[in-house]
């Protein structure tokens, strides 16, 4: 029975000394990766975290962040990545919502901790701070190095990963070992994962795309060059330097790399493959890609609720220009063990060729929103059996053609930007409670470099004159970055049906048009 503190035991005792990590200077083998988080397991121990407790984490791509999750997961506690772009209020209401009981925290966001108020009060540990909280050194000085063992069982939680919310607020994903256990072989074989392989992480942890990945690359005992950061330059020296062998990357990012001065000089001789996913990519950017690199691309469709890839387009399939190159606009074929539905309003199923909203079934589909039971039903409107399989509606809409899915717009008002899930409603919150503004609807407007930026559309409350800068100055203190509006423009009166839904379908028309589909 696979569970996540397996990755790091059974690796200690099949290939101690082989390389796991290479995190900017430091780097650690399989043997001193198990070792350290068995220190932070009993450190963990030591201040009350148990069986399915939550610990938090708030960081870049750092070393600990891997210490920490194995650690945990030796308890058979559950590690809650935060995304480190939030604002402080999104951050508070993620960590009080999961009751995190520690926090390991990089001295870039203690700032952070003093604009926010907790009501869980956990034990704060820094990384590289400046020494305000007890030091993570200080921490797991003395800590044995003796694997607690707790059980854990494969419907337990693995991982707890945050996704924007349809109401405004965050949704933890459950994804139990269960869930890790179903993609993991099935990944690696499509990837070509092995001990030998080196694998680049630039993706951040908080991201299934990132941390997903990474156990894989983990799983394997392959070696794992892991970047803090999203650097062009040092993914151009540490290709060729540490010889990777695959990365995971997003389109924003293959879309800049061949436009880098040097980029054409670089030696990607030992690339196998790039694999692409967490939004849409245009050919043009795909086609600059796979000639700068040199190497077999491979897209991958998937959501954190289904724990990654859950649809896969191979090499094979991507022939730019050639016969086959209607399957670049496509998402894939379901990997092993997916089952896909395009289904209408009532769930019924609907012909190739048509546009429905895309269902899933899979073991990947995730354990359920923590504590939010309504949520998680009106995800699987069909419920499940008693295997805890069911058909889990993703909020895409697409249709089928030949076995190949095709995404075509979504059903929910989601908007994905530079690969970032942001939803509407948390831009529309905070731009209502400005005082100069009457009403709002944010929509997602094509955009080059990001795909897709939020557009907020106001009314102004009478006699006020509100300002765009003023208007995102006011979201600034409220959301992350990546969640502010691009622009912001004024309209008489927001669209509304008879029920008082927004009509986001009329409003973002007219920026969509001469598109074949409304997601960019």
């Known amino acids: 029975m696979f569970t996540m503190a397996d990755i790091t035991r059974t690796n200690a005792a099949e290939r101690p000394d082989k390389l796991a990590l290479i995190c900017d200077d430091r780097s650690l083998t399989y043997g001193e990766l198990h070792a350290e988080s068995c220190r932070v397991a009993n450190a963990l121990l030591n201040a009350g975290v148990g069986p399915q407790d939550r610990v938090g984490f708030i960081g870049k791509n750092i070393p600990e962040y891997f210490t920490l999750s194995y650690g945990a997961a030796k308890l058979n506690a559950v590690p809650v990545a935060v995304n480190w772009r939030l604002a402080p209020p999104e951050m508070t209401f993620i960590l009080d919502h999961a009751k995190a009981k520690v926090v390991l925290v990089e001295g870039e966001f203690l700032d952070h901790l003093d604009k926010m108020e907790l009501a869980v009060d956990p034990l704060i540990i820094e990384v590289g701070g400046d020494g305000a909280n007890l030091s993570y050194s200080e921490w797991i000085r003395g800590q044995s190095e003796d694997d607690p063992g707790y059980p854990s069982g494969l419907d337990d939680t693995g991982a707890q990963l945050y996704t924007s919310g349809t109401t405004g607020l965050p949704k933890g994903a459950e ?26 992480h630039i993706l951040p942890m908080f991201h299934i795309g990132g941390s997903g990945v990474a156990n894989v690359g983990l799983f394997n005992g392959a070696t794992n060059v892991v970047h803090r950061d999203v650097d062009p330059g040092r993914i151009f ?30 030696d990607f001789s030992s690339l196998e493959t790039i694999m692409y996913g967490a939004s849409p990519i245009t050919e043009e950017a795909l086609v600059a890609s796979m000639a700068l690199l040199k190497c077999p691309h491979a897209q991958a469709y998937g959501l954190t609720e289904t724990t990654g890839v859950v649809t896969w387009l191979p090499p094979e399939d991507h022939d730019p220009g050639g016969p086959r190159a209607k399957l670049l606009r496509s998402a894939g074929t379901p990997v092993d063990g997916v089952e896909l539905r395009i289904a209408d309003d009532a ?44 058909w889990f509606r993703t909020g895409d809409a697409g249709y089928m053609d030949d076995g190949y899915l095709f995404i075509h717009d979504r059903v929910k008002d989601m908007i994905v930007s530079g690969g970032e899930n942001v939803y509407p409603a948390e831009i529309e919150n905070a731009i209502v409670s400005h005082p100069g503004v009457a009403d709002v609807a944010v929509i997602g407007i094509p955009s080059e470099r990001w795909g897709e930026s939020p557009l907020a559309l106001i009314v102004t409350a009478e006699g006020a004159e509100p300002t765009q800068e003023e208007i995102i100055a006011h979201c600034e203190e409220r959301l992350a970055r990546f969640k502010l509006p691009a622009a912001v423009e004024r309209i008489d009166a927001i669209p509304r049906n008879p029920s008082g839904k927004i009509l986001k379908v009329d409003l973002r028309k007219p920026y969509w048009e001469g598109r074949d589909r409304a997601v960019n």
């Open 175 to 200: 994804l139990s070992n269960r869930n890790f256990e179903a993609i993991i072989e099935p990944i690696s074989d499509m990837i070509g994962v092995t001990s030998e392989s080196v694998m680049l």
């Open 237 to 266: 020296a540490d290709i060729p330097k540490h010889k990777v062998t695959s990365s995971f990357m997003v389109p924003a990012l293959l879309q800049v790399l061949p436009m880098i001065p040097g980029a054409s000089d670089v």
């Open 347 to 390: 769930g019924n199923e609907r012909p190739d060729g048509e546009v429905g909203e895309i269902w899933v079934r899979t073991s990947q589909n995730m354990k359920g929103y923590w504590q939010n039971p309504g949520a998680t039903a009106e995800v699987f409107p069909e419920g499940r059996d008693a295997e805890g399989l069911g």
